[in-house]
């Protein structure tokens, strides 16, 4: 077996050593023996080897299958194989694959999450990272458009200026010249003093004429100018509107890339497990004694939603946000463990496309700029994020436990004690009274608001949201990289809105 193999396989042994061996699979299909030559006669001594891991108990089927995917698999039948049997390989263990789904050994996720990365690095669709390039880029155009439009205005503005100026000068200059020839005669041979009198005449207005003549001729060149780049700008985004509009028409056409991996046709159902929270009343913040609260988790109060609404059981995973956006940001890499490395636009974005795909109402609108401007349609039946009170009424359930479901965080969260300092699969630990994982630990989730840390003291009980237009967001629930202090259901902190971090995720809701 493979060194590095053997060696993913005994780290995937070590996490799942607490759980139950996995039943004895059965034995690797005939076609195996086809993979002879070469490259693929290694592929199948090395799935033969992941088999009899499993077989012993030594790691859970999932585990091992995802090690071997991680370490071997991918670089072996994308990259080694010989192109005209690759799609012949691939079909063969995608067909091993679902084999074992069927059996109930292999994740739904892990299948789907495998489907699309073989598309990708055999040519298929990378549409979602094109499309996020298209849209930065059309974003840095629209800004470099608008500061053109606003240097041609104010080009403009100041050569109009400059020639009001330029003409009360000249006025004035004529005016003296004239009252000098009256004195003279105009008809007449003009004096020695009158001479030198226009002459100084002259000096006196030469330098502030030249000047603004210089100041006209600039400010008009640089209108222009301004007013070109505008031009290039506009006729560039026409171009990279053309791109965006062929990109999205081939995502909605493309079924196999975008449906295939949830598991859904469009409009049809959830393509995740959502658990409902009810509407009503609920203590938020933390007692005004203790010394476990900060500043900005009290007064504890009484809050009350008007409506209830459904909650993701997990926070997104990376295998859906791969097949729902196209490419995977998170640097802790596995399909079943959160999506991390990802802003707070990146989550708008993916709830609204998200909705698309289920035939549902955008609960968002995306303004142009870098960074745009989001504003929340609140009657919208789309996915979205929570705003803090929803989660914090999630995360307590029908308890008072200090962590999301138990007043043990060895129970309900990876966090610092336990993590080994890494994101891990979700929904492994226990959950909550309402069905819902990972809420302390894992990741820190984003939330819809706005952050403010006198919102307890300041805000109306009934709904209650952070301002929508703050530029720092409001994120809950602590990480896999935090003490028990930044886990508990209570505590607060926040993150800027276009920050990342390999510890940072969110979860999706909507409304009932």
Known sequence: MDEQLRQALERAAAAEKDKRPAPRPRKAKAWWAELAAGREAEVARNWRGTLQWIADGKASRDAAVAAFLDTFGDAAVIEQTEPFRRKKTIMLIEAELAAALRAGGVSPHLLDAYRLYVRRQSGGSSDGEQLLALRREMARLEARKTSSI???DRATVAAEKAQTELDALLRQKNAEIEAVGDASGWFGRLSGEARKALDEIDEKFKAQEVRLKLMVAETISAAEMADGEQLIATEELRGLRTKLAALEHRQKTD???WFEPLGMERGQGDPLALAEVPAGRFWMGT??????????EVPLRRVELSR?????????TQAMFTAVMGYNPARHVDPLNPVERVDWYDAVRFCNALSALCGRKAAYHIGPGDPPTVRWRRDADGYRLPTEAEWERAARGNGAFEFAGSDDPERVAWYRRTSGNQTHPVGRKSPNDLGLFDLSGNVFEWC???YDADIYRTS?????CGPDDAEARSVRGGSAAHG???IRVTARSSVRASATDVFLGFRVVRNL
């Open 448 to 450: 819809w608001d706005g």
């Open 484 to 486: 028990e202090h930044a």
């Open 287 to 296: 007692a005004d004694t203790g010394d476990k609260r900060t500043a900005d």
């Open 255 to 257: 079924r196999r890339v």
């Open 150 to 152: 606003e240097k041609r």
């Open 308 to 316: 209830g609404f459904h909650m993701a059981t997990v926070p997104v």
């Open 460 to 464: 109306e009980p009934y709904d209650p």
